[in-house]
């Protein structure tokens, strides 16, 4: 298309406007991006994400604390019982010699026992941690609607 010198200058002038006009919509919409890119770290998702996150990380912990707990019973169950057995021992090494009553085989007997205490001491019985299959906590997905 041809256009006399006015037409021309008139017609540039609405080409002007109109990429102008495109130029503030393209701003307006990077705008609305770098908005969006901010205000996604304040999404609604993200704090359910979060309490997810945070009521995972509280049974987990609870978890373990009743499993430490329940480990310290057994050991101290255990400790307590040789302790019993080493104090019957105790007292069996004190009243035999001041009533100067042992034999060689209440040495041999007493030497055993403590032997055997040693080892159970130094082996305690076997405690394992073992792992459930079921999941303590539940997975979490973020889902698109075209998903």
Request: glycine share 2%; with cysteine.
């Amino acid at each position: 298309m041809f256009y006399c010198h006015d037409h021309f200058l008139q017609h540039r002038e609405g080409l002007n406007r109109q990429l102008e006009i495109l130029s503030n919509e393209r701003d307006g919409l990077l705008h609305k991006i770098e908005q969006q890119k901010v205000e996604s770290e304040q999404h609604a998702l993200m704090k359910k994400i979060d309490e997810w996150e945070r009521d995972s990380i509280t049974k987990i912990q609870q978890m373990a604390k009743e499993a430490k707990q329940t480990l310290l019973s057994h050991v101290a169950k255990f400790i307590s019982r040789v302790e019993q057995r080493l104090n019957l021992l105790t007292d069996e090494l004190r009243q035999k010699p001041s009533k100067n009553t042992f034999v060689d085989t209440d040495i041999t007997k007493w030497k055993q026992e403590l032997e055997q205490l040693k080892v159970l001491l130094e082996n305690p019985p076997d405690l394992k941690v073992q792992e459930d299959s079921t999941p303590l906590v539940t997975k979490i997905q973020v889902k698109t609607s075209t998903q």
